[in-house]
Every structure is written in C-alpha cells, then in structure tokens.
T-cell receptor, first 111, second 117 residues
Framework: GESVGLHLPTLSVQEGDNSIINCAYS??????FIWYKQESGKGPQFIID?????DKRQGQRVTVLLNKTVKHLSLQIAATQPGDSAVYFC??????????FGKGITLSVRP | GAVVSQHPSRVICKSGTSVKIECRSL??????MFWYRQFPKKSLMLMAT?????????EQGVEKDKFLINHASLTLSTLTVTSAHPEDSSFYIC?????????????FGNGTRLTVT
C-alpha cells in the first residue's frame, strides 16, 4: 500500500503545450476504461472512455490511447490550459461491473 | 446531461452520532448506484454497490452495519454513517450509470466532506 503522506505524482506543463498522462492497469480482464478529472473539493468528472476493442479514441482536445499488450492507458491533452489543472484518474471495469480507480496524477499548468 | 446530486456537501458531526448522505440521479433512473470514499491526496475506493429494492453489496473490509445503505427508489440512494468516529472523516462520493450496461461511464456527485469531531 501507499505510505502515509505520499503525495500524488505531479506533471507540470507549460500552458499551450501538450500533456501526456500515463496509467498502468493490472487486470488483463478489464475491457472498459475511463479517464476522469477531479478538481479540488469536487467529484470526478468524465473526460473520455475507450473500450478494449479499440486502441485510440479522440475527443475535443483529448485523446485516449490503449495498449492492451502492456496494459497501458494514456490521456493526451492538446494545447493545455490553466483550467486543465486538476487530478486525473484512470479507471477500469471488468466483468464484475465495478469501476476501479488508479492512483491519480496531478496536472499543474504553468502560465 | 446526466447529473448526480449529493447532499449535504459538507457536514460536521460529533463522535457517536449518525450522519445521512443523500445521492440523487436528477434526470435518469439508476437501478444501481456506487458509493466511494476518498482520503486526502488518495484515490477513490469503492465501498459498496447500492441496488434498488434489494440489499447493498459491500466491498471487503467495509462494515455494513456501520455504513448503512438504502436504495428505496430509482433516483435515490442514501448512505448513513452510524456512530461516527474521527477516523470516519473522509470525502464520500456517490455515482451512477445512465446506460444500462457496464460499458457506460459512471457519473459522480460532487461529494460530501464528513468531519467527525
């Protein structure tokens, strides 16, 4: 488990640059994946999802890539803006329908 | 769009008292809702699955007698923290799916910050 006081890893990017947030998942039976954004004091907000029969999906300014071979998921944010600063979680669902969250990464956008 | 509403957003209670948190789906019916708990700087941990008209399913290590869940209608699930203690202080978040199958996103409420003094 995590040590007490361990902070979430942080990714710092310059405003306007592209951001890439990575996530490794462990359950090879998971077949549905979601990226969420969580701002301080709020619940997670849906960003984009992808099913296991796809390896890429694009939304507005965001792209999710899925590599099932190495069990890796990434979120790419184009032209990162200050409003993108938040904690980002990947989440996965398998046959049991339960959504399991990854550890989260803090995205900090420098003006 | 889909909206999940939680109430209250913040609550402070004394040790030994009980607190009820409500979770409502505002524009859709939810036969299943999920309750999560989040500690500061940590990820969300699933506590239980709330099923309309039947008993909730609790995750391993979650005390069902301490965290009472009632899902009396298709739009309302409640979580009651009974005999709260300071270690129950946390951020509690509910969620629900608008779609009928598991390959549809969970939509989350804005959470309830519980502080037990």
């Amino acid at each position: 488990g995590e040590s007490v006081g361990l902070h979430l890893p942080t990714l710092s990017v310059q405003e306007g640059d592209n951001s890439i947030i990575n996530c490794a998942y462990s359950n090879s039976a998971s077949d549905y994946f979601i990226w969420y954004k969580q701002e301080s004091g709020k619940g997670p907000q849906f960003i984009i999802d992808i099913r296991s029969n796809m390896d890429k999906r694009q939304g507005q300014r965001v792209t999710v890539l899925l590599n099932k071979t190495v069990k890796h998921l990434s979120l790419q944010i184009a032209a990162t803006q200050p409003g993108d600063s938040a904690v980002y979680f990947c989440a996965e669902t398998g046959a049991n329908s339960k959504l399991t969250f990854g550890k989260g990464i803090t995205l900090s956008v420098r003006p | 769009g889909a909206v999940v509403s939680q109430h209250p957003s913040r609550v402070i209670c004394k040790s030994g008292t009980s607190v009820k948190i409500e979770c409502r789906s505002l524009d859709f019916q939810a036969t299943t809702m999920f309750w999560y708990r989040q500690f500061p700087k940590k990820s969300l941990m699933l506590m239980a699955t709330s099923n309309e008209g039947s008993k909730a399913t609790y995750e391993q290590g979650v005390e069902k007698d301490k965290f009472l869940i009632n899902h009396a209608s298709l739009t309302l699930s409640t979580l009651t923290v009974t005999s709260a203690h300071p270690e129950d202080s946390s951020f509690y978040i509910c969620s629900a799916r608008t779609g009928g199958n598991r390959n549809s996103p969970l939509h989350f409420g804005n959470g309830t910050r519980l502080t037990v003094t």
